[in-house]
């Protein structure tokens, strides 16, 4: 544990210092709530992510955005939003570049925690809505995302099973997780899904409006 906590404020250090030279910006409003955080990028094969963290409580808005051919952009345009759950199918492909509009897809998730330690979530998918998110490159080098959207929302709660059978060590993991969430800017086993949670039959709508993100992609 102690080497975990040296660990940990050697991360807020560099991440406090980077933060210091960064100013890149990440700001929407959730359900009329403004939500404000500094954007990281996030890369997984050929696909790039946005993603924006925030704690107490935890939350994480993650963008996703590609052209069609599933690499991460390289030009201004418009990008379709698509589901969330399944966003470069080729039906997604083939009605985006039908219209000739569009540059690529885009797909967002956000995610907050209603109930701490990380017992109950918040999540909100986009779909096929037809919204957009509109990217703009200036001449500074900064790329400019804005967007609105509406997100399918449902409702998580830890199992009873897994809470039992975690004990103290599933505890424990998930403070360490949300200690690098929050030393690192970057979302660290933020996700419901998969994890021991059971999805609830409620569900609703999360509006996402206003957002704008500026940051640098290089």
Aim: glycine fraction near 10%; aromatic fraction near 10%.
């Amino acid at each position: 544990m102690k080497q975990f906590v040296l660990i940990t404020s050697l991360l807020l250090l560099v991440v406090s210092l980077h933060a210091q030279k960064d100013t890149s910006t990440f700001v929407v409003m959730v359900n009329g709530k403004e939500y404000k955080t500094q954007p990281r990028r996030l890369n997984i094969g050929h696909y790039g992510y946005i993603t924006g963290n925030a704690i107490g409580p935890d939350k994480c808005l993650r963008i996703w955005l590609a052209d069609f051919y599933g690499k991460e952009i390289k030009e201004p345009g418009t990008y379709l939003i698509v589901d969330a759950y399944y966003p470069d199918t080729k039906q997604n492909i083939n009605d985006a570049l039908a219209t000739g509009k569009y540059k690529g897809l885009a797909a967002i998730k956000y995610v907050e925690e209603t109930k701490s330690p990380r017992m109950e979530y918040h999540v909100g998918m986009s779909e096929n809505n037809g919204e957009t998110v509109e990217v703009t490159m200036g001449a500074d080098g900064y790329t400019e995302f804005t967007f609105n959207c509406s997100l399918t929302g449902s409702w998580w709660k830890e199992k009873a099973m897994t809470t039992a059978f975690g004990g103290v060590g599933r505890l424990v993991d998930k403070m360490e997780n949300k200690a690098v969430t929050g030393a690192t800017g970057f979302e660290q086993d933020i996700d419901p899904e998969g994890n021991g949670y059971k999805k609830q039959k409620e569900t609703d709508t999360i509006l996402l409006a206003d957002g704008k993100v500026r940051m640098k992609m290089k």
